[in-house]
């Protein structure tokens, strides 16, 4: 029973007007951000530079972040970042002058006119110099201050400015980017070579784009799926056969997954051709299920918790609510996890990133963690599951309906 129910809804599925606006946002999502994929060569000495990466010198912390701040304070405007969107924070002036009293007492320089000059002066002398590559303005901090009292008057700014700034926990880490040497920009090479075995650092980079997009949108396919047959007026009837509730309920939801599966791992070719391409020319022996890996270890959980999620509300409420409720759920983990797009950050957000094909290292740190948040939502999601075959149950026995025929056939017993 449950076999022809599956492929019956597989069908169903395929013929859904969402269902294709789905693969078709992803096939824009992939086309836009990795249609132009170009696979990484191996570092050679002598290049101009070999990228950037963040230090963990406290030293570099601390330049790098009261460079921010003194041509934050000079331009007299403040990025922030308190939702993840950019906005333009202007303080007035009791916040100016606690601005500049902390840039005095971090960098002994005071007033507007003596932090200008210590600008003009550190660009004056050229960025071609390692400490200067990145472009980035860097000012030594006062003889004596401690790290301690410094992410103290740091944390005071990121409460001034009204949080999310590169001032705040968490943020302040980032600003030290430093320039790779030859040899660290070797090192990353050979994990994404031998490690990664090439197509690992790219599937991940894979499900990092992919990863955004189905958090948010199969809730859409789950939603209009099961509100159809209230639409097609055929619920009472799909009620009284001899499918079992779990039956229904479960070949419906495995049917849209197995599709969206079906549909990633078709775009996943794409670049796995790329890598194994690039491979047989460079002599490196990929791993031709790595993208088969990611998707189902990465990118399916998040998928089962939306559809699961969007079954759930719909089959409780008979209305699209769950559409509201995911689309603040991925809100909220979109943007509250900008700072851990590098990987090896990955906490319980419901769509882990890794925005770089490098950083094996972080993910290797991270993987415990990222397998706990995975395991996590595919069984949060198996649990919503259950939940909904159990309201379909109580519907089919004309309970739990809050509006609809069903409920107005319950209340016809009762007349006199």
Known sequence: MFGQLFIKECRQTLKSLIF???????????????????????????????????????????????GALAEEYCRENYATYPIGFYKNVTLNKKEINRIEEILEETTGLSGMEEIEKA?????????????????????????????ERFIELMDEVDDILGGGSKYGEGHRDKNAQ????????????????????LTGGYARLFSDY????????????AVTRSLRDRRAK?????????????????????????????????????PLMQCVKY????????????????????????????????????????????VLVQGAW????????VNSLKGGMYGWNLAPRHN????????????????????????????????????????????????GKILADRKNKFKV
């Open 234 to 270: 055929i619920q009472e009837l799909i009620y009284t056969r001899r499918a079992s509730s779990v039956v229904v309920v479960s070949s419906r939801y495995f049917a849209m997954l197995a599709m969206l599966a079906v549909s990633v791992l078709a775009l996943s070719v794409i």
């Open 20 to 66: 294709w606006l789905i693969v078709l946002g992803l096939l824009l999502n992939f086309s836009t951000q990795l249609g132009n994929m170009e696979i990484m060569d191996a570092p050679v000495k002598g290049q101009e530079e070999y990228g950037y990466h963040t230090s963990t010198d406290r030293e570099v912390i601390m330049e790098s972040t009261l």
């Open 279 to 322: 491979g047989s020319v460079a002599g490196v022996s990929v791993d031709i299920f790595a993208f088969v890996k990611y998707t189902f270890g990465w990118l399916m959980p998040s998928v089962m918790i939306t559809l699961s999620v969007g079954m759930f509300l719909t089959e409780l409420t008979d209305t699209a609510v769950a």
């Open 178 to 197: 430093v320039p790779m040497t030859y040899e660290e920009a070797l090192e990353e090479y050979q994990f994404l070579i031998k490690n990664d075995r």
């Open 356 to 403: 770089t094909e490098l950083n094996w290292k972080g993910y290797h740190d991270g993987f415990s963690q990222l397998a706990a948040n995975r395991i996590f939502y595919a069984a949060l999601s198996v649990a919503l599951l259950a939940f909904t075959v159990f309201i379909y149950s109580q519907k089919r026995k004309g309970r739990l309906v809050f509006r």
């Open 330 to 337: 991925w809100f909220v983990s979109i943007f509250g996890g």
């Open 119 to 147: 600008i003009d002066g550190w660009y004056a002398k050229g960025e071609l110099e390692t400490e200067q590559r990145t472009g980035r303005l860097m000012l030594k901090p006062e003889e004596g201050l401690t790290y």
């Open 210 to 221: 992919m990863v955004i997009f189905l958090s948010i949108l199969p809730v859409f396919l």
